[in-house]
C-alpha cells in the first residue's frame, strides 16, 4: 500500500519526507490558503522538487479547461512522470480523466462519495479514486462500506486504478484502511506520527534500554560529581552543615592522610539522634563513622551495583578507586541509567 503524505506545510512536509519511504504528497488549494500561500505555482514547483510523486488540483469547468490547466502546470517545468492532476469527479471531470489518459497523464478523480462516481471515473482510466472518508462518515455515512465496494470493483473488473483511502482523521483510520485493502493512503504528519506509538512498545524498549546500561555503564560514569568529604577530626555539626550545603545524605569522612575512614549517612543521624540525643553533635565524626561503610569500585558496572543496593538494602554505596574514595552513588544515581 502507498503511503503518502497530505499537507502544504513546508515544516510538516520535510519532517515527513526524512522518513526516506513516503511514495509521494497529495496537496490542495485550501491547504494552500491555510497556509498564506500567495503564488500557488511557485509552490507546485517547490514541491514537487522535495517529494518523490506531486498530487495537485487540475481545475477547470469544462473537461478541456481541466487538460489545458494539466498542461500549462506542466509547463511550469513538472516531471509528468512523478505528478499526478486530481480532478474533481463529475462528468466533465472524468471526460477530463480520460483526456489526459490518453496523453500518458497520471490522474487522481477524487471528491468521490458514490461508488458510481468510483464507477465512472475507473472506467475513464483513473489512476486514482479517492474516497473522502472522513467527510463521509461526518455526514453520517458508512465510509469504509464504500471504500471496500471500491476496492472490489477493482479487484473484480481488472480495473488499472488504485482506490486512495483520504481524508484521515485517526489512526484507526488507517488500521480500516488496511483492512479493506486499498492500494494508497494520505495522511496528515500528525496521523503519520503516531502510527508507531504505543505504551506496551514504549515500556518495553525503556525496558531493553536499562538492562543494557546496567550491563554496560560503569559505576565511575554514573556517578554525579558530588562526594562532599570531612576529616575523622571533625565535629558532626561541620559534617551535617557539609551535608546540607552539598544536598547529599551521605558524607565520606577521611583519616589525616586522606585515607579512607568511613562514611556518615543522614539514617546514621537520625539512629543517633534518636538513641543519646543532641549532644551527639559535638561528638568527633570520626567517632561514629560506619567503619566497614558498603562500597564498590569505580569501573564495576551498574549491574553490579543494582545488585549491591537490592542486597544491603542501602541508599547510598561508596564509590573506590586504587582503595581510594572517588564519589558516592546514589540510589537515584541508578535509576537515572
Known amino acids: 500500500m502507498e503511503l503518502y503524505l497530505d499537507s502544504a506545510n513546508l515544516k510538516e512536509i520535510e519532517e515527513g519526507f526524512k522518513l526516506g519511504f513516503l511514495n509521494g504528497l ?27 510523486v506531486l498530487q495537485i488540483e487540475a481545475l477547470g469547468n469544462t473537461a478541456e479547461d481541466v487538460v489545458k490547466e494539466a498542461h500549462r502546470q506542466l509547463k511550469l517545468g513538472l516531471d509528468p512522470k512523478k505528478t499526478v492532476f486530481k480532478i474533481p469527479v463529475s ?18 478523480v477524487h471528491l468521490v462519495y458514490t461508488l458510481q462516481q468510483a464507477y465512472m471515473a475507473m472506467h475513464a482510466g483513473a489512476s486514482y479514486v479517492c474516497p473522502l472518508v472522513g467527510r ?54 500528525k496521523i503519520l506520527k503516531s502510527l508507531t506509538d504505543n505504551n506496551f512498545t514504549t515500556i518495553g524498549t525503556e525496558q531493553f534500554l536499562s538492562d543494557t546500561r546496567l550491563m554496560t555503564v560503569r559505576v565511575k560514569e554514573a556517578i554525579n560529581g558530588t562526594n562532599p568529604i570531612v576529616s575523622e577530626s571533625s565535629n558532626l555539626k561541620d559534617a551535617i552543615v557539609k551535608m546540607t550545603e552539598y544536598g547529599f545524605g551521605c558524607i565520606t569522612v577521611v583519616n589525616a592522610d586522606g585515607s579512607l575512614s568511613g562514611i556518615f549517612t543522614d ?50 554505596i561508596l564509590v573506590t578507586e586504587k582503595g581510594k574514595p572517588c564519589g558516592m552513588l546514589d540510589i537515584q544515581d541508578l535509576k537515572r541509567y
Open 267 to 316: 539514617g546514621d543521624l537520625r539512629r543517633l539522634l534518636q538513641k543519646d540525643g543532641e549532644h551527639i553533635l559535638d561528638k568527633k565524626v570520626g567517632d561514629l563513622v560506619n567503619k566497614t561503610p558498603v562500597s564498590i569500585d569505580a569501573n564495576a558496572l551498574l549491574n553490579e551495583a543494582q545488585g549491591i543496593f537490592k542486597k544491603m538494602n542501602v541508599d547510598t
Open 136 to 189: 463521509l462518515q461526518d455526514q453520517g455515512h458508512d465510509a469504509l462500506a464504500l471504500v471496500k465496494q471500491c476496492v472490489d470493483a477493482v479487484n473484480h473488473y481488472g480495473y488499472d486504478t488504485k482506490i486512495m483511502f483520504s481524508s484521515v482523521r485517526t489512526t484507526e483510520h488507517v488500521r480500516n484502511a488496511i483492512n479493506v485493502g486499498v492500494h494508497t493512503i494520505t495522511v496528515p504528519l
Open 91 to 108: 462528468l466533465e471531470g472524468v471526460r477530463a480523466c480520460k483526456l489526459l489518459r490518453n496523453d500518458g497523464l497520471l490522474v487522481n
Open 26 to 52: 497529495t496537496t490542495t488549494p485550501t491547504f494552500m490558503q491555510r497556509e498564506g500561500i500567495a503564488d500557488i505555482d511557485a509552490m507546485i514547483v517547490k514541491l514537487s522538487k522535495m517529494v518523490p
